[in-house]
């Protein structure tokens, strides 16, 4: 939720749109990259929680972070970098909460970019 109370959406379309201006025909398949890497994405920082092992958790939500901004979807971005944090001042508090939320995130983002990619929705 933000301040107003109204959910803030997965990601920046506008946003998205603006950074591929005039080759817009590429966005599906730069999101079909992302769908089939964030699984491995997500097994891995996963993992990493799980273990407790704060330099893989690091690295994953460093790498987790950077391919969500390039969709420009701050609510899995900023999640990422918590977990980053965490992993950086190896301080496991709330890092299974955050995960969860991050995963939660991640499937209203990858639902958003599958409707764009596949729906017809690129040119909305």
Do not use: W
Not at 55 to 60: K, R
């Amino acid at each position: 939720m933000t301040e107003n109370g109204h959910t803030q959406p997965p990601f920046d379309r506008d946003l998205l749109f603006a950074n591929f201006h005039g080759i817009e025909d590429m966005i599906p398949e730069i999101i079909e990259c992302f769908l089939l890497a964030i699984p491995k994405l997500t097994l891995a920082l996963e993992s990493a929680v799980k273990s407790k092992n704060f330099e893989a958790i690091q690295i994953s939500a460093h790498t987790m972070k950077g391919a969500v901004s390039n969709f420009y979807a701050e609510p899995s971005k900023k999640l990422a970098l918590q977990l980053e944090k965490i992993g950086r001042e190896k301080v496991i508090a709330d890092a299974d909460e955050l995960f969860r939320l991050l995963c939660l995130e991640l499937t209203k983002l990858t639902k958003a970019l599958r409707d764009i990619a596949h729906d017809g929705a690129l040119y909305e």
